[in-house]
């Protein structure tokens, strides 16, 4: 069983002001190497659930472990060591003159000190793309490259819990694939990644398991495969499987639903063309 | 159709003619000579690739670029039959709306109901006429309800109809949009696809910039994509997303359903062409469902 990262127990959080019961009861454990997608409409409270993770927020009642340790006694800069967050507004995290400054922020605040504050800033880049963007303002740049930015400033502290808030929006097609790679590197070295989003396609290539949030709940959790299958919870919280999934689902509701263009293609690749010939034969 | 009402349909209500445009102390065309003929009533969606110059296409039309921003430019851009050159920019004011990205970075009055009303005063409506476009732009915007509450207390969906709203009241015959879905969630989404559907039934041109190619190819009857500056296609939607490979060389992407169909076209001979939603997918793969039944 691999190690849980972070869990919440019975975890209840009510916005002062608004006397909202914005999580109700809310008990989760999220395991190292594991990709997990939160969903669900908007103020449904996705967003509140992982602000307690690195203390932005604190509980009403209820308890945030972070492994294993109860997070009420760090403080947030310690818990933004372990769990970094990076906001789904680029305009709302960066701040510096240039990008080069804005990667260094995050290890000059933990003391990596000078030699390995610049490897890590030239690691990241490079994973990234951003290596011809470390001189410019980052002001100037286009929408995917400012929210790789954000990405990469928060990577390049390397938190052992990823926390990217709506990481696709705005994101074109090369912004997309650039990420679901670091994704997919950063849950191999065993690190935790949770994704809050409204892209379900992008859900289903990366999801190791996914997590349907309504009214402050959880009303589902479970693989790609479950919660897909799970159309009227789905829809209930406003949300509907990848196109190709409903394809899928009308061709062959009983066995296991493709989540990809590319699973679509193999599974179907070459046994309905044998279905196909049986159809001719049998009306010519 | 009289003479003269005739010429007049087939004047398209945008036409670039070889545009290219350079932001000042930038050295690459942000575009590079294009040429195209949108016609009353089209709705186009405008796909590429971040940098592609999607929103450099928006502002040019609205006459944002070069007229307020600067920068250089060649060709010309023509709104219901004028070039927007002649009168520096102007002439795009009353014709086009432009709905950019980030509503809420454009709000500046304490209610609903007085940003709606904030460009009309600016163009010195009179009050009578002003109440009149600000009830109409709200009932269009679904807003009558909140008309008294701050912009800042409404949902993601519902500041991007009142960033819609305030630029309809104007009344203008192209509505621009750009990116304006991309920080919503799938109903907020759904809502602004329905309202801007429903504007280009009732006659408006939409000329719109979006990620989102499964919902443009459900409501847009033209496609344009742009790479790097350049015109890469711009033709009936059906048509755009059938070149498949040209999209993809482009990295734009293209709905699931099609390019699965593109994959698998060898086993679907009786396809005429590739499926762009869900229902044209699921009548070209119908013979497997068939097919699985018999199996």
Partial sequence: MPEAAVQT???SYVYGDAH???????????????????????????????????????????????????????????????????????????????????????????????????????QVAKELGLTDALGKHPMTLDYTTKKLVAIASVLVSHPKVLILDEPTDGLDEIGREKLSKVIEAYRKEGNTVVLISHDMDFVAMVSDRIVIMAAGKIVKDGSPQEVFSERGRLSGAHLAPPQITQLDFWLHATSELALTTDDFVSKHADKHLSNYVDVVSATS | MSGIERIRAQTPIVELKNYTYLYRG????????????????????????????????????????????????????????KSLQDSGGTHAVGLVGIVLQNAESQFTQPTVEDEIAFALCNFGYERTLMRQRVAFAAKACGLTTVLGRSPYQLSGG?????????????????MILDETTSQLDPEGRDEIFRLVGKMNQEGKTIIMAEHDVERLAEFASKLLVLDKGSLVAFAPTSDVLGNVELLLKHHVRVPQVTEAAFRLRSQLPSMRRLPIDLEEATAAFKVWKRGSVHA
């Avoid at chain 1, 454990?29 to 449904?44: P, T």
């Avoid at chain 2, 050295?27 to 690739?49: M, P, Q, W, Y």
């Avoid at chain 2, 991007?160 to 192209?174: F, K, N, S, T």
Wanted: charged share 20%.
């Fill in chain 1, 9 to 11: 127990e019975a975890l």
């Fill in chain 2, 158 to 174: 519902q500041q991007q109809r009142l960033a819609i709203a305030c630029v309809l009241a104007l009344q203008p015959q192209v």
């Fill in chain 1, 20 to 122: 909202v019961l914005a999580l109700a009861d809310v008990s989760l454990s999220l395991c190292c190497g594991e990709v997990v997608s939160i969903v669900g409409q908007n103020g449904s409270g996705k967003t509140t659930l992982v602000r307690h993770f690195n203390g932005l927020l604190r509980p009403t009642r209820g308890k945030v472990l972070i492994f294993g340790e109860d997070a009420a006694k760090r403080s947030v800069a310690e818990l933004s060591q372990i769990c970094g967050y990076v906001f789904q507004n680029p305009n709302h995290q960066i701040f510096c003159s240039t990008v080069r400054e804005e990667l260094a922020v995050g290890p000059h605040n933990f003391g990596f000190g000078a030699a390995r504050e610049k490897k890590a800033v030239e």
């Fill in chain 2, 26 to 81: 930038s050295n690459s065309h942000a575009l590079s000579h294009v040429t195209a003929r949108i016609e009353k009533g089209d709705f186009v969606g405008v796909l590429g690739c971040n940098g592609a110059g999607k929103t450099t296409l928006c502002k040019s039309i609205a006459g944002i670029l070069p007229y307020v921003v600067g920068g250089s430019w060649e060709g010309e851009i023509d709104v219901d039959g």
